[in-house]
């Protein structure tokens, strides 16, 4: 058997691929149920609606069931929210390679957190702009390099 | 009334059909860009519904769940605000009701976020932070129409003078509630005030003041909006895909 939190760490999230749900920071805890032995997996969705949401939960069954896990049992939780700052250092480095630019820091609640300029994912450029607030998922808005002309996604900073 | 209850299922009614009216947009918004952003804001609106009607089933404890609440319920029993309700009418109706809409969830779940009922605290601490989006962007629309050609002032204008009668049923006051929605209207004032200072536009005065659909008396569009949402559901139960 592979170890619960290795095998449930390893699953990617079906709108980013390229980040895993650890990476993303929606994978809350790996735990065992002390009573039933059971593997109890706690996750948090990005936003409210994402309709991700049941696929993650089915994937995370199969990563387990493949794993010598099939009796796990998946909560989810909206408390403490959701925020990009918890996506890791290896997540931003793979949504910058991928094409996404990552979120600004949001920071602490009461902070006033610096505008950083979002940098176009292709060609480093600091010279971008807005193009849209809202984008292809709940957590991207659109934006464009004015620098190589290029349109790329960025992580909304939450 | 039963409280928690009531309450729960009047906010997540008001969630539930500004994101069936919102998702009407898909596909017919003036740009591409605006149509993507609609329909984002109808999935935070769905998502905020989901939760809170979830909630509502079990405080109710009558094993009805968030589908039963949505699909089986006839207009009488819903608890949302008139508001909602109301027909898309054209970009600036749709704008000056979001900007209404936000300013009004934003302090509430802000509210909400500190209240001793774990459960609806949570709720309240995400769905914030998708009100403050929602705001942010209803009130450029409101502003960039608003101070922008004679044209789109004169609708801009039109539009917060159609929907303002129905601010006052979003704060009447409910000192039982949870969170009273009366103590909630001085940051609403507040923050409708700057957008419409900004926007060039006239703060509508009106004494005329509908309301009853936190008693489940609603206009006529509801029973046509439910009619479209309800079809399938209705039509062949427990459907599943």
New interface residues.
């Given amino acids: 058997m592979t170890d619960p939190r290795t095998a449930v760490a390893a699953v990617v999230d079906p709108e980013i691929r390229v980040l895993t749900i650890d990476e993303l920071g929606i994978l809350r805890a790996v735990d065992e149920d002390p009573a039933s032995g059971r593997v109890v997996v706690t996750i948090t ?1 990005t ?5 991700a949401m049941d696929v993650i939960r089915a994937d995370i069954r199969r990563a387990l069931a493949a794993a010598g896990h099939p009796e796990a049992e998946i909560r989810t ?6 925020s990009t700052d918890w996506i890791s250092e290896s997540g931003r480095a793979k949504l910058a390679a991928a094409g996404i630019a990552p979120p600004s820091p949001v920071g602490a609640p009461g902070v006033v957190a610096l505008t950083l300029a979002v940098r176009c994912p292709r060609c480093g450029s600091p010279e971008t702009e807005q ?6 998922t ?1 957590c991207k808005a ?1 934006w464009r390099c004015r620098s190589c002309s290029e349109p790329f996604d960025h992580l ?1 900073a ?1 | 009334m039963n409280g928690p209850f009531e309450f729960a299922l009047r906010l997540g009614d008001d969630a539930l059909i500004a994101a069936q009216r919102l998702a009407e947009w898909t596909t017919r918004a003036p740009e591409m ?1 605006e149509d ?2 609609l ?3 109808a ?6 519904a ?2 809170l009607l979830t909630y509502a089933g079990e405080l109710e404890g009558a094993g009805r769940d968030e589908d039963a609440l949505a699909y089986l319920r006839g207009d009488r029993e819903f608890r949302n605000c008139l508001l909602v309700e109301l027909p898309n009418g054209d970009f600036a109706v749709t704008m000056a009701k979001l900007l209404v809409l936000s300013a009004y969830q934003l302090p509430l779940y802000t509210a909400l976020a500190g209240c001793a009922d ?1 459960r609806l ?3 309240g ?3 914030r ?2 009100s403050a ?1 929602h705001l ?2 209803s009130s450029l629309w409101v502003k960039r129409l608003g101070d922008g050609t004679e044209e789109s002032h004169r609708r801009m204008q039109a539009a917060v003078d159609q929907v303002w009668p129905y601010v006052a049923e979003l704060f009447a006051p409910d000192p039982a509630a949870p969170i009273d929605p009366a103590t909630l209207r001085p940051e609403f004032d507040a923050t409708v005030a700057d957008v419409l200072a900004e926007a060039t536009l006239t703060p509508p005065e009106t004494s005329w003041a509908p309301a009853g659909g936190r008693d489940g008396v609603h206009t006529e569009h509801l029973s046509y909006l439910l009619a479209e949402m309800q079809v399938l559901h209705r039509a062949h139960p427990g459907a599943a895909w």
Avoid: M
């Fill in positions: 969705p936003y409210t609606g994402c309709p939780v909206h408390h403490p929210a959701w193009l849209s607030r809202f984008g292809s709940a659109l909304k939450l | 860009e993507v952003a329909a984002n804001i999935l935070d609106q769905l998502g905020a989901r939760l774990e605290a949570a709720i601490a995400k769905a932070k998708e989006y942010d962007h």
